[in-house]
């Protein structure tokens, strides 16, 4: 997959610009605050449909605007064109055409063109609770198969249904009915789930070790809130756990409660690992999305690079620029090249209060 141009309107910092590009390495330079983040997030849109850096799209409008227009080419892996455009106000909903035809179901979209976010801002991946770690897997996941997508949101749309029935005290019978639809969709969001955590546990093994020399084992391991063999003991599972279900008004125990570990030589990575093994996790573990989607939706996705090769040290820096695929078009940002004698190697903008100025 290549970005061969993009027109961006109103969004963000930046008023209007009109980009094309001919290489494979492009860099953004400029010092922080100028719209250079906001251009990485403008081509994360057209993959996604959401913002890296934040939930929702308030805010992504330009101030003083009253919508964003983002215009994208691509060229995909059979050499065949495609234009994307995308439309929202800052508060509404947003309208999405793919090559003059409207498109009504995410699902439909998700997934078209992949791209995969390098950002300091992964260190919450490792950090932070198990909501954002199953965030990533579900969008991970929901992109690469339009099967997952339509089970997590039947899934999601059922147990909102379970949890409100719950919660004004509804009959067993009426548990019985709301149940039939969340049983099987939680089995299937389960089931992808534990077949793919593995694959990604193998991708981000082979890459840590090249980043870090060799030095530890890396992985990852699905927690399962609840580990169950079929439909019907998972079934069984809700069965014994009705009565507390009742009493707190909430389904307690399910896929939505599920989490993974990050391991460095089969411990937990998030007590035992320090900031600079925990960088190296992070960038494995987008590496491994990138191989991941590559593979299950025989597309190559762009890489898209927000100032994270100036924060490494000078081995993993290099170990870093080795991993990129050779046949991947990279967009990468920073205050400066990442080393001195780079400025050739990258087609290049100098960025300025929003304003993009070929180098």
Do not use: C
Not at 311 to 324: G, I, P, Q, T, Y
């Amino acid at each position: 997959m290549r970005l061969l141009a993009l027109n961006l309107e109103n969004f963000r910092n930046i008023e209007a610009v009109n980009l094309s590009f001919d290489g494979q390495h492009i860099f953004f330079i400029g010092a922080n605050g100028q719209g250079k983040t906001n251009l990485l997030e403008a081509i994360g849109l057209s993959s996604s449909l959401r913002s890296f850096r934040k939930s929702g799209m308030d805010g992504l409008v330009r101030v003083g605007a009253k919508k964003s227009r983002l215009f994208f080419q691509f060229k995909d892996d059979k050499g065949e064109f495609h234009e994307s455009l995308l439309q929202f106000h800052d508060k509404g909903d947003k309208q999405l055409e793919v090559d003059g035809e409207k498109i009504r179901r995410f699902a439909d979209y998700l997934g078209k063109f992949p791209s995969v976010v390098f950002s300091s801002r992964d260190f919450r991946l490792v950090r932070d609770g198990p909501t954002e770690r199953r965030k990533w897997l579900d969008l991970l996941l929901s992109s690469s198969s339009p099967e997952y997508f339509e089970a997590l949101k039947n899934f999601h749309r059922s147990l909102r249904d379970r949890n409100a029935l719950l919660k004004k005290g509804g009959a067993d019978s009426e548990l019985d009915a709301f149940e039939q639809s969340l049983i099987p969709n939680a089995f299937h969001v389960y089931q992808y789930r534990v077949e793919t955590i593995p694959i990604l546990s193998k991708f981000l093994s082979t890459y840590y070790q090249f980043l870090s020399g060799g030095l530890e084992e890396a992985g990852l391991r699905l927690r399962s809130d609840l580990d169950f063999l079929s439909e019907e003991d998972f079934l069984r599972r809700l069965n014994e756990e009705r009565y507390r279900d009742r009493q707190l008004g909430a389904t307690r125990r399910g896929p939505h409660r599920d989490d993974f570990q990050f391991l460095l030589d089969q411990r937990d990575a998030k007590t035992f690992s320090s900031e600079g093994q925990q960088r190296g996790l992070v960038l494995g573990l987008r590496f491994s999305e990138f191989e991941f989607l590559k593979k299950t939706r025989k597309r190559t996705p762009l890489l898209l690079i927000d100032d994270v090769l100036g924060e490494l040290d000078e081995s993993r820096k290099a170990n870093f620029k080795k991993l990129l695929p050779k046949d991947t078009q990279v967009f990468a940002t920073g205050t400066t090249f990442p080393t001195s004698s780079e400025g050739n190697q990258w087609e290049s903008f100098e960025v300025k209060s929003g304003v993009f100025l070929k180098s």
